[in-house]
């Protein structure tokens, strides 16, 4: 995956790709700052195009432009977040999940319709709300059912918070055997492996 590549480089500068990049493509700055240069690789192409993913992702902040606190693995805490959601000893379809859901990038219906997809945007479970991330896995009956008979206390709070800002919250603030367990609910709750898409 080639968020995870990206990430790769980020915290592990001392890897024989991060070196070679690093060398041919940004040798003055880091690889937020990085240029797609003249003739890139494809790899670098790839990983050029998915830096965004983490930058957007991963609240970025460049402070004064230097990049020493980029190597010198110096995090703001959604940074950290990240780290932890790629350490989870989870299958990676989990951690996809919930890397998808932050980014609102699940087909739930409404989210096809949004992208020219037309097909029905009523929730299929219940008919009673269009299917958007926040219905899937926060409000809909059958992932109410999922969250109640979680341990470890977690509760989904009812205000305005979205699930992935709750999802957020807890990859900052959780012990990793909470976030594992929030990722093996979410893909219970999740219907749209292999994007079968049923509308
Ligand atoms: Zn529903």
Not at 9 to 27: C, D, E, G, H, W
Not at 35 to 40: E, I, L, Y
Not at 170 to 193: C, N, P, Q, W
Request: hydrophobic share 40%; proline share 5%.
């Amino acid at each position: 995956m080639l968020v995870k590549q990206v990430w790769r480089i980020l915290t592990n500068p001392q890897s024989m790709l991060a070196k070679v990049l690093k060398a041919r493509y940004f040798p003055h700055s880091d690889i937020f700052h990085a240029q797609m240069g003249p003739r890139p690789s494809y790899t670098w192409r790839s990983i050029n195009h998915s830096k965004w993913v983490l930058q957007k992702g991963g609240c970025w902040t460049v402070g004064n432009g230097m990049n020493v606190k980029v190597w010198e693995d110096n995090w703001i805490p959604s940074l950290n977040g990240w780290k932890k959601l790629w350490k989870l000893t989870i299958p990676p379809r989990n951690q996809v999940l919930l890397w998808r859901i932050i980014h609102n990038i699940v087909p739930v219906r409404l989210n096809l319709n949004n992208r020219g997809v037309r097909c029905s945007i009523l929730c299929p479970i219940c008919a009673k709300a269009s299917e958007t991330i926040d219905h899937v896995f926060m409000k809909c009956q059958k992932s109410k059912k999922v969250w109640l008979g979680a341990q470890k206390g977690l509760y989904l709070s009812q205000g305005n918070m979205q699930f992935k800002d709750w999802l957020f919250y807890h990859l900052e603030h959780s012990d990793t055997d909470t976030m594992a367990l929030i990722a093996y609910r979410g893909v219970k709750m999740d219907g749209f492996d292999g994007f079968g898409l049923d509308c």
